[in-house]
């Protein structure tokens, strides 16, 4: 069973388009991120939920904003894709604990804005 | 944000040991030490963490300096499997739901 889950692991789409990535968690964890790594490979923290909430929203367009359903589950939609946007965007969670908190990744979701 | 330094590249021999050192001379008391690798074309996957004492698990040592301001990730016996992307990251107590990655050193293990 994959932990942390993303839908779909590659996704090529025109500019000004409109899509979305999915991402599931199957531990129970309370906390789930979107991270996006871009050409040059830096992994940058877009968002973070907790229990539903928002925490962290960095400085991010708000063409992307993300959902969060349940507790198991934090999505990511972005309006008028542009080539920019092309990356690598990593889900990930966390249990709620405040010591040894390890984060778990899916594999993640290949964007490419052509 | 505390931040951490690392060497941009690192080469090892396979089954021999690695020592990937990590400077974070601004660190605070209550900032764990985290390790993250990125194997390619994979998502981050921890390694290790610790605080003031070193640490071993099956995959890594983690040693941590007396004063905390760096620390070193000891793998024992390289394996080409090891190849990836290592990042040392500080994770306050205190800001647990906040991970951040800096540009990691990349290790690249030759047979």
């Known amino acids: 069973d994959t932990a942390v889950s993303q839908t779909p692991k590659y996704l090529v789409t025109q500019m000004g388009n409109d899509k979305s990535i999915k991402c599931e968690q199957n531990l129970g964890h309370d906390t789930m991120y979107w991270y996006k790594q871009d050409s040059k490979k830096f992994l940058k923290i877009m968002f973070s939920y907790n229990n539903k909430e928002l925490i962290i929203n960095e400085t991010v367009p708000n063409r992307f904003s993300p959902k969060s359903p349940d507790k198991a589950h934090l999505n990511l939609h972005i309006n008028s894709l542009e080539l920019g946007d092309s990356a690598v965007y990593f889900c990930?969670?966390?249990?709620?604990?405040?010591?040894?908190?390890?984060?778990?990744f899916g594999e993640g979701s290949w964007l490419t804005v052509v | 944000d505390a931040k951490t330094t690392q060497p941009n590249s690192m080469e090892s021999n396979e089954e021999e040991p690695v020592h990937l050192p990590c400077n974070h001379s601004t660190i605070s008391g209550t900032d764990y030490i985290h390790w993250y690798r990125q194997l390619p074309s994979q998502g981050p996957e921890y390694v290790i963490h610790?605080?003031?004492s070193n640490v071993n698990n099956r995959m890594a040592s983690l040693a941590i300096a007396e004063d905390r301001k760096s620390s070193t990730l000891i793998l024992h016996r390289a394996t080409l499997r090891d190849a990836a992307v290592y990042y040392c990251?500080?994770?306050?107590?205190?800001?647990?739901?906040?991970?951040?990655f800096g540009a990691g050193t990349r290790l690249t293990v030759k047979p």
């Open positions: 610790g605080l003031t």
């Open positions: 990251i500080l994770r306050d107590v205190y800001n647990n739901n906040d991970m951040r």
């Open positions: 990930a969670s966390s249990p709620g604990s405040i010591v040894g908190n390890t984060i778990y």
